[in-house]
């Protein structure tokens, strides 16, 4: 994909992945103690590219993101790299980021409602990222806004412009979300969970946007979900993530086909598809998942697995790669079907 | 499996439930037709899965067969006998055969209560004077049953994951050894590992007490792993209801249709490759639910005549029936 028409001229000298995050670790200081939710996660994106992001509650998918984007809580801190087209953006001021957010990296998250202000009218709120970061005039920044509307196929934009939150329905909420994302034509673009406050048809509805949007924009996106399904059919590479850590990476095909982590395996497994087979019981996983302020020392996922080995218990398995752009953290050699 | 020469446990006749909407002082009373003439038979034993989104009132269906919300119009007939004639003192007794677990398990645990008290709670209601010592016997038996280790008694819900919550709402539910269990969204809320624990459960379960449940989901997937028969719900109204396999196999209304084929797959190949029924806007409001049929505005094969005249529900087969006016010809039509 090329997104390079536009670019200024510092940008397009950088060659190379668009995101580099190498060893982030990310952590909460809690009344118990400091946890943390993230344990050395390395991966790159490259340039109009997506990625999926999967894995349960407390794997630590959400911090990633937001530590990319630099909105920990208070309590949050995070180490480690994060290079956007180049540059160092882990730790930057406010101001810098500030910069950067909403106009090259932009950012939706799973519930439109909560993540729009609800005292503004939508027109208002798309058009502030036009004329707080490009300074356009108010009119022409009200005429791209309704452009914008229009694309993420909102009927009726001009009438949408000076209506509240509230009064939208949540598809409509979260298309306004995309159309907010979209509206600068980031470079990155990160979502959280879109789609998963949704209803099904809606939800196909806001996947085919994302994708078209994509298409034109040849924005990369960062897809986080819990929904297996929806990375199937969006996203050229995957990371599954448990207890902090990427345990499984690779092409999509790759991941759903040929699993090479046991979790990876058991979770494809144990997820009720349209078209399974009803005879027999659902495959689960043994025990919950990990607690991410007790976590085990050795690998989290070895309580809950089968193929665990003394050695699992003791020390974490480190990512190693299996193939070429393929890498698991598990001791395994080979996980056969 | 379903019996259908045996009696009905439950029988629903053009069940309605409408709440009044706040209007102006002046203005036309209106209300919202959340369930809008229901009517179904449940056999013991049998598991109806009930499917719509957000809105469609299967949730308000529930409760309302419950009688936990009161109902508009039409019948809850009960083992032969309708709930609306019985007493409120009889209603309370009837339902110890009927409970209900819920979608946030736990928002539906008192945080004060230990797992114990939680669990031996209806017990308390329906079997006062219980010895303590039976009472106990009977909680640990319960535990024993969804797969909670007993030592647990005497803990908090805090202290437990939502699977273990789930797992405590369905010991409360099960401890009077009811005949009907309703389950509102029972997984949605819980990761995908722990959700097959939970229909692996409520399946055996079932199977052990010759439960009927009425299962309320948004997750066609689920839905489809655990119910005999299958609801669509839309704004109200069944459009489509039939049995599992010839609703999943060979769905008749467009609304089921774009249901089914807007679930994604975890399959890159098939997913991509997937022919999708797409709809066309929002749902309506239900305060202003379209004339004619009430899906004719999202429908994509809609012709002049579902702009007037609601379409009845028409039998398929002797299992399988539809509210469409363009069923015989809908799946040609959209797969074109």
Redesign the interface.
């Given at each position: 994909m090329t997104a390079s028409q536009d670019l200024p001229a510092w940008k397009t000298g950088h060659q190379g992945p668009l995101l580099v995050v190498d060893q982030l670790e990310t952590r909460f200081a809690t009344p118990d103690g400091s946890v943390s939710a993230v344990n050395g996660v390395s991966f790159t994106v490259d340039k109009g590219e997506t990625i999926g992001i999967v894995g349960?509650?407390g794997s630590g998918k959400s911090q990633v993101l937001m530590s990319i984007m630099g909105l920990l809580p208070h309590n949050g801190t995070s180490t480690g790299s994060v290079q956007f087209d180049g540059r160092e953006i882990l730790g930057l001021r406010r101001e810098e980021l500030n910069k950067i957010r909403g106009t090259q990296m932009a950012m939706i998250f799973q519930d439109p409602m909560t993540a729009l202000n609800p005292y503004l009218t939508v027109g208002r709120q798309l058009t502030e990222v036009l004329t707080f970061h490009q300074s356009m005039n108010p009119a022409l920044a009200r005429e791209q806004a309704r452009e914008v509307l229009e694309q993420v196929h909102i009927?009726e934009p001009g009438k949408r412009l000076d209506m509240y939150p509230h009064e939208l329905?949540?598809?409509?909420r979260q298309r306004v979300m995309i159309a907010m994302g979209m509206l600068c034509r980031p470079d990155l673009l990160i979502a959280d969970e879109p789609t998963t406050a949704l209803?099904?048809?809606?939800?196909?509805?806001i996947?085919?946007l994302l994708a078209e949007q994509q298409a034109v924009t040849g924005t990369a996106i960062i897809l986080v979900t819990?929904?297996?399904?929806?990375?199937?059919?969006l996203c050229d590479r995957v990371m599954v993530m448990y207890g902090g850590r990427i345990v499984e990476q690779g092409p999509?095909?790759d991941i759903?086909?040929d699993p090479q982590h046991p979790y990876t395996r058991?979770?494809?497994l144990?997820?009720?598809?349209?078209?399974?087979d009803?005879s027999g019981?659902?495959?689960?996983?043994a025990g919950?998942?990990p607690n991410l302020a007790r976590m085990p020392p050795g690998c989290a996922f070895a309580p809950r697995c089968g193929f665990a080995s003394d050695q699992c218990r003791i020390s974490v398995p480190p990512l190693r790669e299996i193939a070429p752009g393929r890498a698991k953290a598990c001791t395994l050699d080979r996980l056969v079907a | 499996m379903s019996l259908p020469h045996s009696a009905p446990l439950l029988s629903v006749r053009d069940l309605k439930v409408h709440f009044p909407v706040k209007s102006d002082l002046f203005a036309e009373k209106r209300v919202v037709k959340a369930v809008d003439g229901v009517s179904f038979d449940l056999y013991p034993g049998e598991t109806l899965g009930i499917v719509g989104?957000?809105g469609c009132g299967k949730s308000t269906l529930g409760r309302a067969v419950l009688k936990l919300i009161p109902s508009t119009a039409g019948k809850v007939v009960w083992l032969g006998r309708a709930l609306e004639d019985a007493s409120k003192a009889d209603q309370r007794a009837l339902r110890r055969d009927m409970q209900i677990i819920f979608q946030d398990p736990l928002a539906a645990l008192d945080p004060r209560m230990t797992v114990g008290a939680i669990v031996a709670e209806p017990l308390d209601t329906f079997e006062p004077g219980m010895a303590e010592q039976a009472k106990r016997g009977r909680v640990v038996e319960a535990m024993e049953r969804v797969g909670l280790p007993s030592h647990l008694i005497n803990r908090y819900p805090h202290e437990f994951?939502g699977?273990?919550c789930q797992r405590i709402g369905i010991a409360r539910a099960l401890i009077l050894r009811p005949k009907l269990l309703v389950c509102d969204e029972p997984v949605s809320a819980l990761?995908?590992?722990?959700?097959?624990?939970i229909?692996?459960l409520l399946?055996k379960l079932q199977a052990e007490e010759n439960l009927a449940l009425i299962f309320i989901s948004?997750?066609?997937?689920?839905v489809?792993?655990i119910s005999a028969r299958v609801m669509v719900l839309y704004l109200g109204k069944i459009a489509e209801l039939a049995d599992r396999d010839e609703i999943?196999r060979n769905p008749r209304h467009p609304y089921t249709q774009?249901?089914?084929?807007?679930?994604?797959?975890?399959?890159?190949?098939?997913?991509?490759a997937k022919k999708?029924v797409?709809?066309t806007?929002?749902?309506p409001s239900p305060i202003d639910p379209p004339s004619g049929c009430v899906f004719r505005t999202r429908c994509p094969i809609v012709i002049e005549k579902c702009h007037t005249i609601m379409p009845a529900l028409e039998p398929v087969t002797d299992s399988h029936t539809v509210s469409c006016h363009r069923w015989r010809e809908a799946i040609e039509l959209l797969m074109e």
């Open positions: 349960e509650s009927p329905s949540g598809g409509m209803d099904v048809t809606i939800q196909a509805e996947l085919d819990h929904d297996l399904g929806v990375v199937a059919g999509v095909r759903f086909y058991a979770l494809l144990s997820m009720p598809r349209l078209d399974d009803l019981d659902l495959p689960t996983i919950q998942p | 989104e957000s994951s699977g273990q990761d995908v590992s722990i959700q097959a624990q229909v692996n399946r948004h997750n066609l997937s689920v489809r792993r999943y774009a249901l089914l084929s807007a679930v994604p797959i975890a399959d890159p190949d098939k997913e991509r999708r797409s709809l806007g929002d749902l």
